[in-house]
């Protein structure tokens, strides 16, 4: 499956009587929802002596997944594109690969 025709299959479960408006805000509250469950089972693991419950883990991943497609939906792009954007925006910061120095120093309008 390529990441459009998961955007596609994963709107399929949106809400069909949110507008574009309450799909974006929805979206963005979403992916920092789910963040927060991914971070909660790894700081329990690292520092609450709990195992890391990696199936979990992966199945709050795939719900970061859903709230991505849905605000990228409700912009009117596909996945693809907001996937491309980021690693062009990534070479531009990191010509060379990850180094200490670029993240430091970097252009702040670099969005």
């Known amino acids: 499956m390529t990441i459009n025709e998961y955007q596609k299959l994963a709107m399929r479960t949106a809400n069909p009587e949110v507008d574009r408006d309450g799909m974006l805000l929805n979206g963005v509250m979403g992916l920092c929802g789910e963040a ?3 971070i909660d089972l790894v700081k329990k693991n690292r520092f609450q002596g709990h195992e890391l419950d990696r199936d ?5 991943l795939g719900d970061v997944a ?3 497609a849905e ?3 409700a912009l009117g792009v596909d996945l693809e594109e907001v996937l ?3 690693v062009e925006k990534l070479r531009r910061r990191y010509p060379e690969g990850f180094s200490r120095e670029h993240s430091v120093v970097r252009d702040k309008n670099d969005l």
């Open 71 to 73: 605000a990228a939906t």
């Open 84 to 86: 491309f954007r980021n």
């Open 66 to 68: 859903w709230y991505l």
């Open 56 to 60: 979990r883990l992966i199945g709050e």
């Open 36 to 38: 927060g469950e991914c």
